[in-house]
């Protein structure tokens, strides 16, 4: 049998964990309530996407418009997920967190990150229809080692968790690609061709897929990614992140 820790004990424990280590914001570093993560003041001040935005990638449209519209960058493209929604942009409080959770090794503020990508469930372009299945974006193995985690799987076990869709880890990154922030749109799609692969043995056949990343930036990563699904069989490919550059 398992040695208990009696409750007294762990009562106490907790106490004194919380005096030495008193849990706080971790923007403005205010008393929080035990397992929070951000006061209610900074999670209402994270900057939120608002409408009018693009239907297909989220991106928002300063002017006046009524109805749905399509970016002219999207219209342009031929795009292999449906859409990609997102509620935050990457600004101030939130692209910080993100920040410090992916290459600051602060994996606890994964939670926060959870929240903010949960919110995308409610928006009906993931309602119908109904997602099957939750794919991570991989990174390449080198890179998860480099880093000790992938961020887009801790999001989507977390986004997992929230909804019930089951994970389906059935990509992998093939190519160590370099880092593409100093590249234009063209040239990250020619530099990710032939980067992802199915895992062996994955199954997407006829399924709606959800793929997660942390931040979207121009797109090609997950359209790449949506390319090899569908052409793998899935019957749709959308795309929810945390936040968009
Ligand atoms: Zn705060
Ligand atoms: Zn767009």
Known sequence: MLFQIPKWLRRTGDAVLNLVYPPHCAICLCKTQAGEHLCAACRKD????????CATCSSPFSGQIDGPFICPNC????????????CYQSRGAVRDLVHRFKYNGKVYLRNVLIDWLAETLNDPRL??????RIVPVPLHSTRERER????????????TGRSGIPLADCLKRIRYTTTQTIFDREERMENLRGAFQMRQSADVHDLHLLLIDDVLTTGSTVDECARVLREAGAA?????????A
Do not use: I, K, M, Y
């Open 75 to 86: 219209r342009e493209r031929h795009l292999h997920f449906a859409c990609a929604v997102v």
């Open 148 to 159: 000790g985690f992938n961020q887009a799987r801790v999001l989507a076990e977390g986004l």
């Open 236 to 244: 749709s490919v959308r795309v929810a992140t945390v936040a968009r």
């Open 127 to 132: 309602q119908a229809p109904v997602c099957d």
């Open 46 to 53: 994270a900057p939120v996407v608002r409408a009018p935005f």
